[in-house]
Structures are given as C-alpha cells and as structure tokens.
C-alpha cells in the first residue's frame, strides 16, 4: 500500500519533471509522517523513504528514538522557542524558522551543541492571517539579520500554500517564492544560499516541482488521511 503510494509519488516526480525540464534528483521527497504510527513509517522505510518530516517536537523525538538511525530528520512545523534545545542535534534541517528570536535560540543551542543547524525561512507567500510565517517583502531584512549568527546556515526558503480544491491555484506562489529566492541569491549575503525550496503537499506537489521545488512535503499522498483524536 504504502510502498505503491511512494512509487505513484515518484512517477509524479518524474512526469512534473519533465514537463519542467529538471532532472528528478533535484526534488527531495520527504514522507510527512505526523499523526502515523511507527509501523507505517517503518512501511515507507523499507519502500525506500530516508527523509522524514514531524511538526511536533515530541512527536520527532519518538519516533527518533524507535526508528533506524540513517534516516534524515526534517522539522516542518512551529516551534517553539524552549523546545529547540530537543532537537537541534537530530535534524537536518528546520523548516520553519520565521523569526530572529526563535534563530537565536537555534543559535544558541548549536553553539552548545557544537553543531551547524541548516534552517529555512517560512514564508507566508500568499498572506493569509491563519498561517506563520515571515511577509515576502520582510524576508531579505530578516534574513540579514539571521545570517549574522554562528552556528546556523540559511539554506533556502518553505511555505505552506493556501487550502485549494484547484492545484493550478496556487502555481502563482510557487512561483513567487522562486522569484523571491532567486532575488536573495542575488544579493549575495554573507552565510546564505537559497539551494532549498521546499514547496509542494500532497494536493499540489506536482505543480510545486514544475515551479522549482527541490523538497516536496507529502504525507496524505503517502500514509493516507490522517485521524485526529478529539480530545
Ligand atoms: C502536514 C504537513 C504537510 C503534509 O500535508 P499533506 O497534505 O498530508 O501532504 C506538509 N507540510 C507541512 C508543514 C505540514 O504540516
């Protein structure tokens, strides 16, 4: 089941490619697995999945613990400021890094740590009031300041579209975070490369890599819908 779904991914992969003219080892799938249950992530695992994304702090530290060791980590939710210190040493990447404070605190924790945290800088792209995220025109400023910090390195940017039934919707914001990367590249600042775009979800990943996506982010397409509990 779960082995077909990352096969049907990668197809997709290839065909986006494709059409885009890219060459599909230059999108990431990261096999969102939050909510899923060890077992299924163990399903991807042996499908041939090594990067994997949490949203949820705890959550990751779990499932690091139980899950082989040559698997890539990525955290792809907010974060909170007091449980950077968890995590710093276990992942490959933060995607969602959206403020000075919050990389001080990613700064500070890889300075004791002694380790280089790669982050990205979550973009709220399309403006919406209900997600985080930094403005596109409030990037660059924020991204100076960030680059200033040891122990961190600024590897490109993420966002999370808006919720649409037509993928097509959200081909504009691709591309303007594509733009808005390029345009940072340009600036040439000290301790930054824009090499990561992590754009694209199960409902619109397809389009995302004709934009120029290098890690896509898919968790229904992979494990199915996932059941919350009502609490
Ligand atoms: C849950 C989540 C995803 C995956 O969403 P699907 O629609 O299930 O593919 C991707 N990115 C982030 C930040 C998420 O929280």
Same mark, same amino acid.
């Given at each position: 089941m779960i082995r077909d779904n990352i096969d049907q991914v990668g197809r997709n992969i290839s #065909?986006?490619?494709?059409?885009?003219? #890219?060459? !599909? *080892? /230059?999108? %990431? =799938?990261?096999?969102?697995?939050? %909510?899923? !249950?060890?077992? &299924? =992530?163990? +399903?991807a695992y042996h499908a041939g999945c090594r990067e994997f994304g949490e949203n949820?702090? /705890? +959550? =990751? &530290?779990?499932? @690091? +613990? =139980?899950? !082989?060791?040559?698997?890539?980590?990525?955290?792809? $939710?907010? &974060? /909170? #400021?007091?449980?950077?210190? @968890?995590?710093? *040493?276990?992942?490959?990447?933060?995607?969602s890094v959206d403020s000075l404070k919050l990389a001080e605190e990613i700064s500070r924790e890889a300075l004791k740590k002694q380790v280089e945290v790669s982050i990205l800088i979550e973009v709220n792209i399309a403006g919406e009031t209900t997600k985080y995220g930094v403005k596109p025109q409030e990037t660059e400023a924020l991204i100076r300041e960030i680059a200033a910090l040891p122990g961190i390195c600024i590897q490109g940017l993420m966002t999370i579209a808006p919720y649409v039934d037509e993928a097509e919707e959200n081909r504009q914001y691709f591309a303007q975070l594509k733009q808005l990367a390029v345009d940072i590249n340009n600036k040439n600042i000290d301790n930054v490369n824009m090499s990561i775009l992590s754009m694209g979800m199960t409902g619109d990943y397809m389009i995302a890599v004709e934009e120029g996506a290098t890690c896509i #982010?898919?968790?229904t $397409?992979?494990?199915?819908?996932?059941?919350y509990q009502v609490k």
């Open positions: #065909r986006a490619c494709e059409k885009a003219g #890219r060459s !599909p *080892d /230059q999108v %990431t =799938l990261i096999a969102v697995s939050k %909510t899923k !249950p060890v077992s &299924l =992530l163990m +399903e949820k702090v /705890q +959550e =990751l &530290l779990d499932k @690091y +613990e =139980l899950m !082989p060791k040559d698997i890539k980590w990525h955290m792809i $939710g907010h &974060l /909170q #400021r007091n449980k950077v210190k @968890y995590i710093v *040493d276990k992942v490959v990447l933060i995607h #982010r898919v968790g $397409g992979i494990f199915g819908e996932r059941q």
